[in-house]
């Protein structure tokens, strides 16, 4: 599977635990419909819960005039695996890591969420390269 899909499946796998606090692993199984489990995917989706109040941490800082509970769903869960990945996944370019979300968020998101999610996740950038 490629990272792209990757990503895409566990947003969707995320969104789903965020929302109706589904089970991850069945999540999972969800958002792949059948296909093959895939270790990224995984690592994105476990990464992300089980660092949530990290994560959080990392998010909240850059929010002007917002805070974490009041931003769309959607947002959130982009934001925070997008966290999670530039925090603990070095060996993927910070860059591309940004990218990846902000498509995410033009393809599920408003029409304000990929200016956001980018605008966010630079400042995290910044932040983490100190």
Do not use: C
């Amino acid at each position: 599977m490629k990272r792209r899909t990757a990503r895409e499946k566990a947003l969707q796998a995320l969104f789903q635990v965020n929302v109706s606090d589904t089970d991850p692993n069945e999540a999972i199984e969800h958002a792949l419909e059948e296909g093959n489990q895939d270790e990224f995917m995984n690592k994105l989706v476990f990464g992300s819960i089980e660092h949530e109040a990290e994560l959080d941490e990392l998010i909240t800082p850059h929010l002007k005039n917002w805070t974490i509970d009041r931003l769309a769903n959607i947002d959130i869960t982009i934001l925070r695996m997008a966290a999670y990945e530039l925090k603990y996944e070095e060996d993927i370019p910070k860059n591309v890591t940004i990218d990846e979300a902000v498509e995410l968020a033009k393809a599920f998101g408003d029409d304000h969420s990929s200016k956001f999610v980018n605008g966010v996740l630079s400042k995290i950038k910044q932040n983490l390269e100190g």
